[in-house]
């Protein structure tokens, strides 16, 4: 999978192993030191891409607890955390949920945001959540809809209505959302056109990474 990235044109990443409580509970110290191992790898393969530590939190009242406490990682160790939200749960739940990350001092990163469409919820909630300062992000397999057509379709009505901070690749898996970028990058041109996409895929990501604000 690094190699794929590297090749695809990618130079960082962040590992964002999932934690769920009681199903997936990696703890930090294990994600950092496993995540040197990685970047070690990569220098020995020549490979001139770096490799951050993080989680990808699930909104649920433990794990938030754990997050506050701590014990949890944000990307790169900055202030922006990604949220895992279930698309089920109720716009209210969704915005008190956000709220306490923002109540603990961090920005909360919505992943793959266009999910959160595909329950029929008005695109109206993500406007403002956007406008409250949360990062919206989208998956790049859904931009090119190998995610499926309703995917498709809301992760490009978030990108024509300017509601997204970031594409990321989701990546799982050499075949399952591959760590790709390249060919998701090229739609997001055709609809948002080179300095929009420079901005979505290059400049907030870094920004996120490197603990700044985005504008």
């Known amino acids: 999978m690094l190699e794929m990235a590297f090749y695809d044109g990618i130079r960082h990443m962040v590992a964002t192993p999932h934690y769920i409580t009681g199903t997936y509970e990696t703890k930090a110290d294990e ?10 790898h990569a220098q020995k393969r020549g490979m001139d891409i770096t490799i951050y530590a993080g989680q990808e939190i699930n909104a649920d009242a433990q794990s938030f607890s754990a997050l506050a406490a701590g014990e949890l990682l944000t990307l790169n ?4 955390a990604l949220i895992e939200i279930d698309p089920q749960l109720t716009d209210e739940s969704i915005k008190n949920a956000l709220e306490a990350v923002f109540e603990m001092g961090m920005i909360p990163v919505i992943a793959h945001a266009e999910r959160l469409l595909a329950s029929g919820r008005n695109i109206d909630m993500i406007f403002r959540l956007f406008e409250r300062g949360t990062i919206i992000q989208v998956n790049a397999d859904s931009i090119k809809g190998d995610a499926g057509t309703n995917l498709k379709r809301n992760a490009h009505l978030l990108l024509k209505k300017g509601l997204v901070h970031a594409v990321s690749s989701d990546c799982h898996s050499p075949a399952w959302r591959p760590p790709a970028l390249s060919v998701a990058e090229k739609e997001v041109k055709r609809i948002c056109g080179g300095e929009q996409t420079k901005k979505l895929m290059y400049i907030n990501p870094y920004k996120i990474i490197s603990n700044k604000d985005l504008v």
Do not use: A, G, P, Q
Request: charged share 35%.
């Open 77 to 80: 160790n900055s202030k922006y």
């Open 31 to 40: 994600i950092r030191e496993k995540t040197d191992v990685l970047n070690s």
